[in-house]
C-alpha cells in the first residue's frame, strides 16, 4: 500500500479523492500497488463528507508520518505551499503538485531536492489540466531540439475569444457569460491579463530550454483590449484571435518569450482549438510539428493529470525521474528586436491614413471590413516590435494593434 | 558509452542516423550517457556511405557482442524482425523498433520477454510516426479508463482524401498524386486498405485496454469506394470524409473496434487533421477528451520517435518500465451490433427512391447536391450494422454507403 497526503481539499483535490474512488482497481493495476489517501490537509471543517476521518489540520502530522511516501499538493499559490512541499522533500517524501505558480517561481530548486534525495517533484497538472504535456516533452521528445513551444494555455480567455467570434459579444459580455459559467473568477486578473498563460508558458520553456526561464521576463498583453470590431477584422481575414503563450528560439539560438492575442488562420494547428480547450503547439527540429490538445481545467480533467503523477511516483519510489531543468537563468531576447506582421486600425479620413500607412510602412495590406466606416486598418510586413513603437508614433488616431502569425 | 546497433539501414535507419548525428550533444545529455551505433545491420552494401565501418551482414556479429545494450529494429514485416528481436531480449538487450507489424502480432510476447529479463521493448515508432502516444497511454492516462481511442493513423490515405476535398479530385488522380510525391508505395493497397490503421489501432487498442486486440479481428474497410461525388455530398453536409480506426468500449463495457471510412464535422478533433498528418482522438472517463496531432510517417519524424525510445532505453537500463498489454485475448463486440448512422446513396427516379427509404428507414434526413441528379440520398436514424446489411437488401441501387459519425 501507498500511503498519500493531498494538501488542499478545494475543486482538484475533491477531484483527486474522486478520481481514485473511481478508477481505483485499475490505478492499483498500473501503480503496482493501492494507492491510499491517508490524511488531507486543509484549514476549513467538512461536516457529513467521508474525508473527515482522513482531514488533518496540521501539516506536521503528515511531515511527521514516516508512512507518506507521496504528498500531492492542490492548494495553489507559492506560500505555504512551497514551505510545505520543501518540507516534504526533505523529509524524504515525494511531491506531486498542479500548482503553476509554485511550479514557475521554484521548480529549478524543488527538482534538485527531489533529484539528490532519489524522490521525485512531478508536475504535470500545472501545465494545460489534464493534456500530458511535461511527460511528453521531458520523455518523448527527447530526441529533438525544440525550436517552438506555442500554447492557448488558458482556458477562460479562449472561451471568451470564442464567445465574442461564435455570437458576435463585446468583452465585457463575453467575460460575464464566462463567470456565470464558471469558467472565470470574480476577479478575473490573472486570466484575461495574461498572468496564468505566462506562468504556464515559463515553465514549458524550462522544460523545452532545459534552463531557467522566469516568468518576470516574459513580455504579457492580455486581451482586455479587444473589441468586437477586433474580432469583425479577424472573420473577414478568415482568421481567429487567440491569445498564444509563446517561446521561439531564433537562428542565432537565442529564445523570445511573449504571452499576447494574435491573429491566425486555418492553416495553425491551434485554429480550431476553441471554447475552454486548451492546445500545446510544438516544433522540434527533427520531429517537426507535434499539437497536444484537451481540457485545460475543470475538476477531473486536472485531477486525472495529479492522479497520473502518483502513480508514476509510485512506480519510482526510490528512484528519480530525470528532468532537465537547470536553475542557470535563460537570458531571453529583447522582445523589441522580435519581429512580427501587425493589424494596425487607425480612426479617421481614410485617404489621410492611407498616405501616412504608406509612408511610415511602405507596402501594406489594406483590410476592409463593408460595415465598418470612419477608419483605415492595414497589415505591415514583417518589423521589430521597436521599429512599431518609433513608427505607431507619427500614427493619428491608432484605434489597435494586433500581431498577426500569418 | 552506450552502444546500440540497428538493424535495417532504410528510410528510418539512416533517418535513426541522421538524428544523432544532428542532435547528438543534447541526446547525450538527457540519456546521460553518449549514444553509440556500433553496428547497422543490412544485406546491401553502401559503397561511399560512411556508416560502411559499421556495417555487418549477420545478426550473430550483434547478438554475440556483450557491449550492445540496444538493438533498433527498423526492417519493417514480421520476419526476420520477429527472429531477430527475440533473440536480442534472450541475449539481453533491450529493443526499440518502429515495426507495427511485428508489434501487432507478437508485442505481448516481447514486452513479457523484457519484463522477465529487466530490458525493454519500446515501440513509440510503430503507431503515429513521431507522435508521441504510445508513452502518454502508458504513463499519462494511467489514472483513467479509457473509453474511445480513435484515430487518423495512415497518412497516405488521408493525403488522398484531402486531395479528393481541396482539389476535387477523383480517387485515382489522388492516388497517383500521392505515389508521385512519394507518400504512397507503388502497390498501395496496405495504405488505401485499411490495413496499415488496422495494424496500429490493434496495438493501440491492447494497450488502451491492457489485453491482447488480435488485429484480424477488427472489421477493416478502406478507402477505394470513396468517389469524388461521395465528397461532394459530404461538403454540402459542411462535412469531411475520414479514414477512422476506432476502438471504442461501450456502456457494457465491451470493446468494439474497426477501420473505415466515415462523416465527421468541424466539432470533431480530428476534422482539422489534413493532408499526410495524422491525429489521435482519446476519450479517458476523468480526463474527457484529449487529441495528439503530428507528423504520422516520413524519415525524420519517425526517427525522432526512435531514438527517444532509445534514449529511454538508456535511462532503463536494468530496470523495466511497466507496460500493461496482457497476452490474453479481448474478445471484441461482434461488429453487427454496433450502431452508427448511415449516409446512403440510391441512384434512380427520386419519388420511387424516397418511398422506399422512408418504408425500410422511417424518418431520415434527405441530402441534396444541387449539380447531382439521378439519385437519391439520405441519412438514417442510429442503427446496427446487422439492420443496415438487411434492410440494404430491399433497397434498389444502392450506390454508396458511408457511416456517419455527427
Request: charged residues 25%; glycine residues 8%.
Amino acid at each position: 500500500m501507498i500511503n498519500i497526503a493531498v494538501l488542499g481539499y478545494g475543486t482538484i483535490g475533491s477531484g483527486v479523492v474522486e478520481v481514485l474512488g473511481i478508477n481505483g482497481e485499475s490505478i492499483k493495476k498500473r501503480a503496482g500497488d493501492q494507492i491510499n489517501i491517508k490524511y488531507i490537509l486543509d484549514l476549513r471543517e467538512f461536516p457529513g463528507d467521508p474525508i473527515m476521518e482522513k482531514l488533518v489540520h496540521s501539516i506536521d502530522v503528515i511531515l511527521d508520518d514516516p508512512e507518506i511516501n507521496i504528498v500531492v499538493e492542490v492548494m495553489g499559490g507559492v506560500e505555504p505551499a512551497y514551505t510545505f512541499v520543501k518540507q516534504a522533500l526533505l523529509r524524504g517524501k515525494s511531491v506531486v503538485t498542479s500548482n503553476k505558480e509554485l511550479v514557475a517561481k521554484h521548480g529549478a530548486e524543488l527538482l534538485d531536492l527531489a533529484k539528490e534525495r532519489n524522490l521525485n517533484f512531478l508536475f504535470e497538472a500545472s501545465v494545460g489540466g489534464g493534456i500530458p504535456i511535461i511527460r511528453p516533452l521531458n520523455q518523448s521528445l527527447t530526441a529533438d531540439e525544440i525550436v517552438e513551444i506555442t500554447g492557448i494555455l488558458n482556458g477562460t480567455t479562449n472561451y471568451i475569444l470564442s464567445k465574442m467570434s461564435e455570437d458576435g459579444l463585446d468583452f465585457d459580455t463575453a467575460l460575464a457569460n464566462a463567470q456565470k459559467m464558471g469558467y472565470a473568477e470574480r476577479n478575473p486578473a490573472a486570466d484575461v491579463e495574461g498572468h496564468d498563460a505566462c506562468r504556464k508558458i515559463a515553465i514549458l520553456s524550462s522544460l523545452a530550454f532545459g534552463m531557467q526561464v522566469d516568468f518576470e521576463d516574459i513580455y504579457t498583453e492580455g486581451i482586455t483590449k479587444i473589441t468586437d470590431t477586433d474580432i469583425k477584422y479577424a472573420k473577414v481575414l478568415g482568421a481567429r484571435i487567440k491569445l498564444f503563450a509563446s517561446s521561439i528560439r531564433g537562428n542565432d539560438s537565442h529564445v523570445h518569450a511573449m504571452v499576447a492575442p494574435v491573429l491566425i488562420k486555418a492553416n495553425h494547428p491551434l485554429f480550431s482549438v476553441n471554447d475552454v480547450f486548451n492546445g500545446i503547439f510544438v516544433r522540434g527540429n527533427v520531429i517537426g510539428d507535434v499539437m497536444f490538445y484537451g481540457s485545460g481545467a475543470g475538476k477531473l480533467p486536472t485531477a486525472s493529470a495529479v492522479v497520473a503523477d502518483v502513480v508514476d511516483a509510485a512506480k519510482h519510489i526510490g528512484k528519480n525521474i530525470w528532468t532537465i531543468w537547470s536553475s542557470k537563468k535563460l537570458e531571453l531576447t529583447d522582445i523589441n528586436q522580435v519581429q512580427h506582421r501587425f493589424l494596425i486600425r487607425v480612426a479617421g479620413e481614410i485617404e489621410k491614413a492611407k498616405a501616412e500607412a504608406n509612408k511610415l510602412f511602405g507596402e501594406v495590406e489594406e483590410v476592409m471590413v463593408p460595415e465598418i466606416t470612419g477608419e483605415y486598418a492595414f497589415i505591415t510586413g514583417s518589423i521589430t516590435e521597436q521599429e512599431m513603437k518609433e513608427k505607431k508614433e507619427f500614427l493619428d488616431g491608432v484605434v489597435s494593434i494586433i500581431r498577426v502569425r500569418f
